[in-house]
C-alpha cells in the first residue's frame, strides 16, 4: 500500500509528520501521524486504487491486527487552534 505524501504540521509548536487521508464514512480528509501508533484508533484500507481511513469501534480494537494510525487532531499540541480546515 502506498501512502500519501507526508507534510508538517503548522502548529506553532508542532511539527510532526502528518498525512491526509479519505475518510471511508465522510468522504472527507482527515489528519493523521504519519508515522504508525499502536494506541491510535484509524486503519487504512486500499478500494481499488484509493486509500480511505476508518476508525476503529472498541470491539474491533480488541481483535484487529493491522497497522493503525492516530488523529492528528488527537496528538498534536496546537489541535484548538485550528478548526474547520482554517487556522483561528
Known amino acids: 500500500m502506498k501512502l500519501p505524501l507526508a507534510v508538517l504540521c503548522r502548529g506553532a509548536d508542532c511539527e510532526a509528520a502528518v498525512m491526509f487521508v479519505h475518510s471511508r464514512k465522510t468522504g472527507r480528509n482527515i489528519m493523521l501521524d504519519a508515522t504508525p501508533d499502536p494506541t ?28 493503525r494510525y492516530a488523529d492528528h487532531h488527537q496528538t498534536c499540541p496546537n489541535a484548538g487552534d485550528f478548526r474547520g480546515g482554517r487556522r483561528r
Open 40 to 67: 491510535g484508533r484509524v486503519v487504512l484500507i486500499e478500494d481499488g486504487t484509493k486509500l480511505f481511513a476508518i476508525s476503529l469501534t472498541d470491539e474491533q480494537l480488541a481483535t484487529d491486527e493491522r497497522e
